[in-house]
């Protein structure tokens, strides 16, 4: 991916500029007052609320030349960039040059002076007779990349670093900030690895979130169907998943399932946090289940093996009409309901991992008391 560009300030077609040296000589040539340019690339997302960019920093800058016209007369030419500064003064680290500055000589003031013709906002020597140095808000060209000025900051997502090179940003290829997924040129081209998902250009999924819980719950502490898809979206929310409202929990009780609440969408995949993926669509979650297991929390924390409350059938249809802790009201050890388990290293133990996706463990394990703190699943809308 090519992330240098650089802004530029066209060249002005202007007369010879007359300047007395210190021998009163008169010292003509032409203006070449160099170039800059900026890009940026959009974000998606999506995605969304607060979307990632990989916008690069921009800076740009005005030129003011005056050109002799005859003996005592002279006429001014400004170009002025977006900002509405104007002049040479308003691009310098110091903001007035001296009055020799262009004529090659080293003045008092001055750090540089290779000629007006060798000066420009993007080179080594500055409009201003200054030495280009990152951090005076000028590109230069070749050596740097941004430079933001004092704004400069190595930490800032989609800034410039101290050192004039991009922050870190959208589609460089580094899952960073407020990222989810970030494939670099592959973003938006609908390419994912084997084992992934598709990410946009605005560096999300193309793909429905799931996570296990980080909390987990007592029966009564869940507050029915609706409280656990508000404990779902406020974990989401803590996370800064972008679609935080629109997350609900894999559970049922007599009037709710996720056979009836979620939305169905055919080819599009289910993901975990750290980019794996767990089933196709819809059709494959009920079918094959999640075959990676949804043991990766709102947090970051993988856990095999984790006792989930679902009281939901594989089909996603509720699978005991009578068993759900009281529609998930009650934490009494009297009450039961049925739960999952998040998944098995197929890895180290593949006879019980086999064993779990031809069982659909992963929502239905076995059944237990309701007085058990246990976490939920929660399944992106």
Request: charged share 20%; net charge negative.
């Amino acid at each position: 991916m090519q992330l240098h560009r650089s802004p530029r300030v066209w060249l002005l077609s202007l007369p010879l500029v007359v300047a007395c040296n210190q021998g009163g000589e008169a010292m003509a040539g032409p203006i070449d007052l160099g170039g800059n340019s900026s890009s940026s690339t959009t974000a998606d997302p999506t995605t969304t609320t607060s979307t990632p960019t990989s916008a690069a920093p921009t800076t740009s800058a005005s030129t003011t030349t005056s050109t002799s016209t005859g003996p005592g007369d002279s006429a001014t030419t400004t170009d002025d960039d977006t900002s509405g500064s104007s002049g040479a003064e308003a691009s310098s680290t110091s903001g007035v040059p001296s009055p020799g500055c262009g004529d090659g000589q080293l003045d008092p003031g001055e750090e540089c002076d290779p000629g007006i013709s060798q000066l420009s906002q993007t080179g080594a020597c500055t409009l201003a007779c200054e030495t280009a140095k990152c951090g005076d808000n000028l590109v230069w060209e070749g050596e740097e990349f941004c430079d933001n000025g004092p704004a400069n900051n190595d930490d800032l997502y989609g800034g410039c670093t101290t050192k004039c090179q991009f922050g870190p940003m959208c589609n460089d290829g580094k899952i960073q900030g407020p990222e989810e997924c970030d494939l670099g040129t592959d973003n938006g081209t609908g390419e994912f690895p084997t084992s992934g998902v598709p990410c946009d250009n605005g560096c999300r999924f193309q793909a429905r979130l799931c996570f296990l819980s980080s909390t987990a719950y007592k029966g009564g502490e869940i507050g029915g169907v609706e409280g656990a898809h508000i404990k779902c979206q406020n974990l989401a929310k803590q996370a800064k998943y972008d679609n935080a409202a629109k997350f609900m929990a894999w559970i049922s009780d007599a009037q709710h399932s996720p056979f009836q609440d979620f939305t169905k969408t055919a080819g599009l995949p289910y993901v975990r946090p750290d980019g794996v993926r767990v089933a196709d669509d819809w059709d494959a979650l009920v079918l094959d289940g999640p075959i990676e297991g949804i043991i990766v929390t709102d947090t970051g924390e993988a856990l095999l093996k984790k006792w989930v409350w679902t009281g939901t059938a594989p089909s996603g249809k509720i699978l005991d009409p009578a068993s759900h802790c009281q529609s998930w009201t009650n934490s009494s050890s009297a009450e039961k309901s049925r739960v999952g388990s998040s998944g098995v290293d197929k890895v180290k133990f593949p006879q019980p991992w086999a064993q779990w996706v031809a069982e659909r463990q992963w929502t239905n394990f076995f059944s237990w008391t309701c007085d058990e703190a246990l976490p939920l699943y929660c399944v992106e809308q």
